[in-house]
């Protein structure tokens, strides 16, 4: 994921939603970071994993309520993954995150795809919604930013999602499957050459007009 997303990614960079830092180890070089989440749980990881690193920042982040990050700043990119699914204001939300952008800034963003997927796997993990790319586009445009790029990732993670979650009715993805998966990233870096595009993810960069 991270190499289909780093080309988009500048110096200043606040990631929302970290987890337990994942996506934010690639960030590490970076001149400036701030990594945010709105669990405790996780707030707590982050602080002892990149401990010692005075470019990295950690804080907690409700969206879509900018004001309560208190860093004071503005950053050339914000990192939204998996994020804005989550929440049930996202346009709110992507005027938000917006405002935390400098001017001609990027918000590199990823949110799950196709509505027809949409089962007992996201409701157990708290999804408002699955978006179509035009929908995301004219959302995007709604809330000021310019879409110089959208995509689809993870063509490969259709079939298990639509089995698990509309037909299995399962909460969660069984240990055998996600090996299974982790077995096929490999060929992820292909896909952008099939001749059909979808996805079960959709990659957005949008520019703050």
């Known amino acids: 994921m991270f190499d289909r997303l780093r080309r988009w ?3 200043r960079v606040l990631e929302i939603g970290s987890g337990i830092g994942n996506l934010s180890a690639f960030l590490v070089e970076r001149e400036r970071v701030v990594l945010t989440d709105t669990r405790e749980e996780y707030l707590s ?14 804080a907690r ?16 990119t914000v990192i939204c993954l998996n994020v804005l699914e989550h929440v049930a204001d996202h346009s709110g939300s992507l005027a938000a995150i ?13 949110v799950p795809a196709l509505p027809a997927l949409f089962g007992t796997m996201d409701r157990a993990l708290g999804h408002h919604r699955r ?5 995301l586009l004219e959302l995007l445009r709604a809330t000021g930013f310019r879409v110089p790029h959208i995509e689809y990732f993870n063509i ?24 299974l998966y982790d077995a096929l990233v490999p060929l992820f870096r292909l896909e952008r050459f099939l001749p059909w595009r979808v996805g079960q993810s959709l990659i957005a960069i949008g520019e703050a007009a």
């Open 9 to 11: 990614i500048g110096r």
């Open 156 to 179: 490969a993670g259709i079939p298990g999602w639509w089995w698990a979650g509309r037909v299995l009715r399962r909460e969660t993805i069984p240990v055998g499957s996600l090996k």
């Open 131 to 135: 978006y179509t790319r035009t929908g």
């Open 45 to 58: 990881r982050l602080r002892a994993r990149f401990a010692g690193r005075p470019n990295i920042a950690v």
């Open 61 to 76: 982040l409700y969206l879509p309520n900018e004001h309560n990050l208190g860093v004071g700043e503005r950053f050339d």
């Open 98 to 110: 917006r405002m935390l952008l400098a001017p001609s800034g990027r918000l590199v963003l990823l």
